[in-house]
């Protein structure tokens, strides 16, 4: 990315990252962020999610409203929340919460 309103590695803590993307979001509309990861764990996640392509659903109209809008949730995908490495629900997302 060539222009960021944040860099999340530049943050002290992830409260003051939110607060600042919140602050950025009610002055522009939009935030550009600079995820804090290694690039072959995004590209990797990436994969994961097309891999999981075929489970993806436009939810209802007032479940979509109370996640991030139609625009930012016009289709979502059920995972299990006890990720595990091998496990096909999105494994590899594992890493985009985990330090470099």
Not at 23 to 30: D, K, M
């Amino acid at each position: 990315m060539d222009e960021c309103d944040v860099v999340l590695s530049e943050m002290a803590d992830e409260a003051i990252a939110g607060n600042r993307i919140v602050q950025i979001l009610g002055v522009q509309g939009f935030c550009r962020v600079m995820p804090d990861v290694v690039e072959g764990n995004l590209k990797s996640a990436l994969e994961n999610v097309a891999a999981m392509d075929s489970r993806f659903y436009q939810p209802a109209a007032q479940v979509s409203e109370g996640l991030l809008g139609p625009e930012g949730s016009c289709r979502i995908a059920e995972m299990d929340p006890e990720l595990k490495e091998d496990n096909q629900d999105g494994g590899k997302l594992l890493h985009l919460n985990r330090p470099g």
